[in-house]
């Protein structure tokens, strides 16, 4: 389970990935509101995780866990 950092910029969310020094758009999120958020996502070049949707949006940066997606 690789741990991806979120930011936010002016043109959209972002995550960084350590392990492969990779920092790449959120093109797609599956849940995006304040009451719920992550589920499957899609990067820039079409990989895809997964992060167990959360109970709130959470202020960025934040360090989270993810699965690759098996999609």
Request: proline fraction near 8%; aromatic fraction near 12%.
């Amino acid at each position: 389970m690789p741990s991806i950092l979120f930011s936010e910029k002016n043109d959209g969310l972002y995550c960084y990935i350590a392990k492969r020094d990779l920092e790449a758009r959120v093109v797609r999120i599956e849940f995006n509101d304040p009451a719920c958020w992550g589920g499957h996502f899609e990067l820039e070049g079409g990989t895809a995780y997964y992060l167990e949707p959360q109970p709130e949006k959470p202020s960025f940066p934040v360090r989270l866990r993810v699965s690759k997606n098996a999609g």
